[in-house]
């Protein structure tokens, strides 16, 4: 069992960058791979970013690339997601879960409760 809390969500206006956190209860945290997903209002979930349980490599959402960065710190049951630039179209309820190696919301098994990012024009 994984317990994840996401933090770092706020109201930021555009351009600016926010540094979300999310921080995992479990001892086996490097068994699994980490996503970050978000999603608007009205829409579907949005794969953003994955990592490997090593943190070696990671992959973003196809319309994502380059404002985004996911990283993770093993040591202290951490993963995080540096967003630069941010964009009114960003704001969303974000997500971090843990599993597979994926871009498919149905291969992590364990999802934070989201913390919430609204971007300002």
């Known amino acids: 069992q994984v317990q994840l809390v996401e933090s770092g969500g706020g109201l930021v206006q555009a351009g600016g960058s926010l540094r979300l956190s999310c921080e995992a209860s479990s001892r086996t945290f490097d068994s699994y791979a980490m996503g970050w997903f978000r999603q608007a209002p009205g829409r579907e979930r949005e794969f953003v970013a994955t990592?490997?349980?090593?943190?070696?490599?990671?992959y973003y959402g196809d319309s994502l690339k380059g404002r985004f960065t996911i990283s993770r710190d093993n040591a202290r049951n951490m993963v995080y997601l540096q967003i630069n630039n941010l964009e009114p179209e960003d704001t969303a309820r974000y997500f971090c879960?843990?599993?597979?190696?994926?871009?498919?919301?149905?291969?992590?098994?364990?999802w934070g409760p989201g913390t919430q990012v609204t971007v300002s024009s």
């Open positions: 990592i490997r349980r090593s943190g070696r490599d990671s």
């Open positions: 879960a843990a599993g597979r190696y994926s871009d498919e919301s149905g291969d992590y098994a364990y």
